[in-house]
């Protein structure tokens, strides 16, 4: 039966990703001070975690690819095909963050008549943008070198590993970065 | 070589930027309810909750029925049964992950002191919007799913960052919309 199937195969994964949400939500409890201190600061924070699951998991995938294409393996890791795919996951978070800075700048002003400054905001997006992109590009490579080694196929375990981990790095990241930006401490 | 960052970069932009922009509207949605979402913590810890797991659904949802269409037992039939049941096994497992998830962000909070609400009511507030999400987010997957095999695309590829987007915009969508009717 499909129900009991599903239940059996999916329902521990789910949890599993719900005690990563609770995770990620408690650090934005954290939060609710710089949230008070920074006007605009909430408006970004769907959209950074949006962009670093976009960009990790895609970037995931393709290291993925190049397995299954024979370009990279445990012993030929990093060459060229992996550098230009680190390159292009960063300059991406770069040009993606300072778009949601922009955006979340303008629909402030726009929608809500509080006017944020939009150098901390633009400057907070892309840090926590970078920030988060080294720490999970870090993490995605030392996922795909152990699983290499294993002999698994990399498409099975980076999307839900990203997935899960993804998340809370990114919601430290935007918490850091908005503390040492905004939250008074230079 | 067949990896080149230009490349790279410029593939993904048009997306990302599309994601981006609906995003930015889930934060909006975020800051009009800021007061809100300040005063009770709770729903603050609970928002990444149901947008991860509306999302994973969704996805699961739209990877089995790429399978599906790509060996042939699920048709490109909005009748379909085999379709059916899979969006109503998603909706039953979608409520008993939600409501163990609210069980357990509930007690979390009790712990850290963090709320003052009736724990009834957070359960119905956060069971309504997920079973709710759940039934949108599938149905924007299987649309995306019959809309991309129909078009000779690849559903593997289109279904889970149109439905993590969409998900995410809706679940916070639903969440106020039931906190206002359920009431805190």
Known sequence: MLVKEMIKQSLPLLIFCGIGGIIAGSTLTLMINLFNTIPGLIIVIPAIIAMRGNISTAFGSRLGSAYHLGIINAENLWNEELKQNIIGSIILSFLVSIIIGILAYVTTLVFFNIRPNPFIIISIVILAGLLSAFILIFLTIIIIYLVFRRGYDPDNITGPALATFGDIVTMFCIFISALLIGGGIF | ?184
């Open chain 2, 1 to 184: 070589m067949i990896y080149d960052w230009k490349k790279i970069v410029r593939f993904s932009m048009p997306l990302l930027t599309i994601c981006i922009i609906i995003e930015i509207f889930a934060g909006n949605i975020l800051q009009n309810s800021e007061d809100q979402l300040l005063l009770f913590p709770i729903f603050l810890i609970s928002i990444p909750v149901i947008n991860g797991v509306g999302g994973n659904i969704g996805s699961v949802l739209g990877a089995r029925l790429a399978s599906g269409l790509h060996v042939g037992n699920i048709n490109l039939d909005i009748k379909d049964k085999k379709m059916h049941e899979n969006l109503i096994t998603s909706l039953f497992i979608g409520f008993i992950t939600y409501l163990i998830l609210a069980i357990i962000i509930y007690l979390i909070s009790t712990f850290s002191s963090l709320i003052v609400i009736n724990p009834m009511k957070f359960i119905t507030i956060i069971l309504c919007t997920g079973v709710l999400l759940v039934f949108a987010v599938s149905i924007f997957s299987i649309l995306t799913a019959f809309w991309s095999f129909k078009k000779g695309l690849d559903p593997d590829d289109m279904v889970a960052p149109v439905v993590t987007t969409v998900g995410d915009t809706l679940g916070i969508l639903f969440l106020f919309m039931f906190i206002g009717v359920v009431g805190i």
